[in-house]
């Protein structure tokens, strides 16, 4: 068994992936979060996002396009998961938060020991409020609520990534390459991978010597590679060397916001959502 997987060339138009590159940086240029590796990421729920969407026709569109209940049917049509009960909605994404809510968003991109005591006392009662909430209104449905959470990213000559799949409460992902890395350079690519030994459940970061490559997809300009996050959907990136420039890509899923994602029922150990990015 290998992971369920597609590829499409040319999901978006060329001149529409060089205009989102354009007015990212022109609009929310020193905004992005460092996460891994140098990794440079703009959550699609922060106040900077909004910002972008309200300057930008291009992000508007892209956005409007992905955050959507077609465009996760669609994905699910290709990966032969039509049957899944899934409900796309918003909860971390708001496009006109409350001002108690935007003052939240605004302390949730700061460092910790810049906000000041009282400001911290409201942050860490409402961070539990939202948590609280979540959890009551998601996990108690009967139905599987989804929402679109995904960023844009610049990584660096030096970005890598392990083999892994991804955290637990992503169900359908996908990958938009917004640029081609140049021919002088290596690395950068996607990796996707099959545990090759002999055992009942699948660890959740294998190590190299217990998988085998099944694909290698280049990063092109406009293309959409999508997966279902399940235990065997294992992958990773080689390491970007000698490239002039970032390599731009949207990246995000489907991520479910209070049930169980029954797609790891083998995998080996958790790998916990980091939501608080998307707060």
Known sequence: IIMNYKILENFIDKSLCSDLIKDADTFSGNDHIQVLNNRLLLPSSSLSFLNLLDKSQSWRKIHNKLNSQNFLDTLLKLLNLEKQNFLVTNYFFDYEPSK???????????????????????????????????????????????????????????????????????????????????????????????????????????????????????PKKGKLVIFLNSHDSLHSVSEMKNHKGYRHFLYGSFTLLGKKNNFLSKSFNKLKTNFNIFE
Not at 108 to 118: A, D, F, L, Q, R
Not at 123 to 145: A, E
């Open 100 to 218: 108690i809510h935007r003052k939240y968003k605004e302390l949730n991109s700061k460092n910790i020991s810049t906000i000041g005591s009282v400001n911290l006392v409201f942050y860490i009662l409402y961070k539990f409020y939202r948590f609280i909430k979540r959890k009551f209104k998601y996990s108690l449905s009967s139905k599987s609520y989804v929402e679109l959470l995904y960023d844009y990213s610049k990584s660096p000559n030096g970005y890598k990534r392990e083999i892994h799949r991804d955290s637990d409460s992503r169900t359908i992902v996908f990958l938009i390459y917004l640029n081609d890395l140049n021919e002088n350079g290596s690395g950068g690519d996607l990796k996707l991978h099959k545990y090759i030994k002999n055992e009942k459940k699948i660890p959740a970061q294998p190590s190299e010597n217990e998988c085998s490559l099944i694909d290698t997809i280049s």
